[in-house]
């Protein structure tokens, strides 16, 4: 879908859905894989508060920190199509705090992988995640 047809048919309904969890004093959070960093100004404008998943093979994830870092939550980081599957513990730690080093500066960062957990990332690389976080937290 193209960001004008986007902006068209979703960010209305949207925006009210949107504007009715805001009432109620909650936060909202979407789920959208892929770049959508095309429409993320038009989902802060109407209430954005955390935007899932980030995931680094479609988006640069330190830029969108720069960029919307003060405005806008992000859930995510951490590649599920190259690093957890494919990299070595080292690997996967690594990436972990280098993430969570460019992503936690003034907040507004959620650890997590980049989209769910498949069948194909080792337990050695899950449990090197789980190792790595606990070392930022």
Not at 20 to 36: D, M, Q
Not at 67 to 86: M, N, V, W
Not at 108 to 122: E, F, M, N, S, W
């Amino acid at each position: 879908m193209s960001p004008d047809h986007w902006r068209e048919f979703i960010k209305p309904r949207l925006a009210t859905l949107f504007a009715r969890v805001k009432a109620e004093g909650l936060f909202t959070f979407l789920h959208s894989c892929g770049n959508v960093s095309e429409i993320i100004p038009d989902l802060i404008e109407i209430g954005l508060d955390v935007l899932h998943p980030i995931q680094p093979e479609a988006v640069d994830i330190a830029l969108l920190k720069a960029e919307y870092g003060d405005k806008l939550a992000f859930y995510g980081g951490i590649s599920t199509q190259r690093t957890l599957p494919h990299g070595t513990p080292e690997e996967v730690a690594a990436a972990v705090r280098q993430t969570v080093d460019v992503m936690s500066k003034g907040g507004g960062y959620i650890l997590a992988p980049g989209i769910t957990l498949q069948h194909d990332v080792p337990l050695e690389n899950i449990l090197a995640f789980i190792l790595a976080a606990e070392e930022t937290a």
